[in-house]
Nanobody, 123 residues
């Protein structure tokens, strides 16, 4: 599994971005997946997760109602649609694949990680 994120960038408050996470190795469709983020000077935190079969989707309280995680297993891709963005959403966002099929909010259940992509929300 080799995860590559795309879709980040600079956006104004209230704007939207869609992050994509593609597995060039072609196995992401076998695993649960998640998005995490890390702001400067802060610990990495959970954002959203989705099970392999898409039945389970969980979100951090800070993004609930604004972010949507979804996936296309035929394309080995997981997405994070981010709406109503706020300056406090500014962070490096990481895609991850778990060591099983379930969704998970816990970083240590994820075996594979992308390099991360910057999202900056200006006020």
């Amino acid at each position: 599994v080799e995860l590559v994120e795309s879709g980040g960038g600079l956006v104004q408050t209230g704007g939207s971005l869609r992050l994509s996470c593609v597995d060039s190795g072609g196995d992401l469709n076998k695993y649960g997946a998640g998005w995490f983020r890390q702001a400067p000077g802060k610990a990495r935190e959970f954002v959203a997760t989705i099970s392999r079969n898409t039945v389970a989707r969980w979100y951090a309280d800070s993004v609930k109602g604004r972010y949507i995680i979804f996936r296309d297993n035929t394309k080995n891709t997981v997405y994070l649609q981010m709406n109503s963005l706020r300056p406090e959403d500014t962070a490096v966002y990481y895609c991850a694949a778990s060591d099983g099929v379930a969704a998970s909010t816990t970083p240590n259940t994820y075996r594979f990680w992308g390099q991360g992509i910057q999202v900056t929300v200006s006020s």
